[in-house]
Each structure stands twice: as structure tokens, then as C-alpha cells.
């Protein structure tokens, strides 16, 4: 079964330190992966997106890796911000050209505080 | 440009009621979808549409209808509303089908409560 694991389920760091969130996935066949941000009463807004053929991509202060091997990745945030607090939710495609079968994660529940 | 909206944003139904939640993009996108959201489950895909006139059923359609008369809008209607569908409804728009560069841009959802 297609499935996408997050860890840690929620974490709380404090302003200006730097924290990794993990995203297993057992999903075939594979065609990209997604990190989307959440914040609290609104909608997720795209981050970063790999296809197999990258391992890494950032957008800002937040770098996300990709092992297609082992199917895991991570999403690391630099310097956090308050604005950072949020759920970060990883979303695996198996197919190319479908967003009809994305495979989404329960995401992590990130809280910064001062 | 204000990407994808929705209305409302609150809602209260009785059990049986039926309502109408819009979705409109200003991004001229082809793609549009609607999702709901629960507590302890990922974003699961309700229905979707692939251009102007057409519908296709997603991950969980049951008891739900949608409309796509206007490129820019999609309507997610809820015939006669039963508690399980108290959900935070999120509406979506994309360029393509989901290909790396297509990407989804979603709405700030609707709360929709049934009683």
C-alpha cells in the first residue's frame, strides 16, 4: 500500500535554531516528491518539488533532500523564524503528469517559539 | 491577482441541508480540485477537473457533486449534508496535470460543520 510516514509528528524549537523533518515513503512507482507549508487556517503552499533524478533543492532557508534508494527525505529549515510555525506536510507522486494521485502525509507540527 | 479563493469560509449546516461551496481561481489554470481534510488523515481528493465542462471523481466522492461551467470556477455542492461531512474543505487549481513544474495552489479553505 502506498503510504507516506512523517517524523517527528510535531516539534518546537526555539527562534533562530535549525531543525529537520523526516518523510518516508513506500510509494511505486515513483515520480516526484513535495514539501508544502500549512499554516494554521489556511491552505498548503508549495515549498520545493524533486523528481528520482535530484537529491536536493532549496527555496530559501528551507533545503529539502531526497534519497530515492531508501525513499526518504527531509526538509530542513535554517534559522527559523516565528513565521516558520506551521505544518509541513510531504506529498509523494507515483505518476508523472497526475495530481489525481498524489499520496499526501499528516505532516509535522512545527511550533518556533521567542 | 488573487490566486484561488473560496466561499464562504465558515459554515453550519443541519443534517439533510444541502449547500454550495465556490471555488475561483484568476491564474487561468485548466485543473481544478476540491479536497477535504481531517484530523489524522492526509488531504484526500474529493473530485476534480480537468478543463471548461468536465467532472471526474476522486478518492471520495460519495455524496458529493461538482460543476466546472466556467474555466475559473469550480462548485462543490453537498445535496443533503450528513455529520461526516464535517470536514475543512480546500479547493485547488493547477496549470497542468502534475508534471514537476505544475505546481497546486490552493485555497484558504472552507470549515464546513454538519450537526
Known amino acids: 500500500k502506498n503510504q507516506v510516514e512523517q517524523s517527528p509528528q510535531s516539534l518546537i524549537i526555539l527562534e533562530g535554531k535549525n531543525c529537520t523533518l523526516q518523510c518516508n515513503y513506500t510509494v511505486s512507482p515513483f515520480s516526484n516528491l513535495r514539501w508544502y507549508k500549512q499554516d494554521t487556517g489556511r491552505g498548503p503552499v508549495s515549498l520545493t518539488i524533486m523528481t528520482f533524478s535530484e537529491n536536493t533543492k532549496s527555496n530559501g532557508r528551507y533545503t529539502a533532500t531526497l534519497d530515492a534508494d531508501t525513499k526518504q527525505s527531509s526538509l530542513h529549515i535554517t534559522a527559523s523564524q516565528l513565521s516558520d510555525s506551521a505544518s509541513y506536510i510531504c506529498v509523494v507522486s507515483p505518476n508523472a503528469g497526475n495530481n489525481r494521485k498524489l499520496i499526501w502525509g499528516l505532516g509535522t507540527s512545527l511550533a518556533v517559539n521567542p | 491577482n488573487a490566486g484561488v479563493t473560496q466561499t464562504p469560509k465558515f459554515r453550519v449546516l443541519k443534517t439533510g441541508q444541502s449547500m454550495t461551496l465556490l471555488c475561483a481561481q484568476d491564474?487561468?489554470?485548466?485543473?481544478m480540485y476540491w479536497y477535504r481534510q481531517d484530523p489524522g488523515m492526509g488531504l484526500r481528493l474529493i473530485h476534480y477537473s480537468v478543463g471548461e465542462g468536465t467532472t471526474a471523481k476522486g478518492e471520495v466522492p460519495d455524496g458529493y457533486n461538482v460543476s466546472r461551467l466556467k474555466k475559473q470556477n469550480f462548485l462543490l455542492g453537498l445535496e443533503s449534508a450528513a455529520p461526516s461531512q464535517t470536514s475543512v474543505y480546500f479547493c485547488?487549481?493547477?496549470?497542468?496535470?502534475?508534471?514537476?513544474?505544475?505546481?497546486?495552489?490552493f485555497g484558504p479553505g472552507t470549515r464546513l460543520t454538519v450537526l
Open positions: 485547488a487549481s493547477s496549470y497542468g496535470a502534475g508534471r514537476e513544474g505544475d505546481t497546486q495552489y
Open positions: 491564474m487561468n489554470h485548466e485543473y
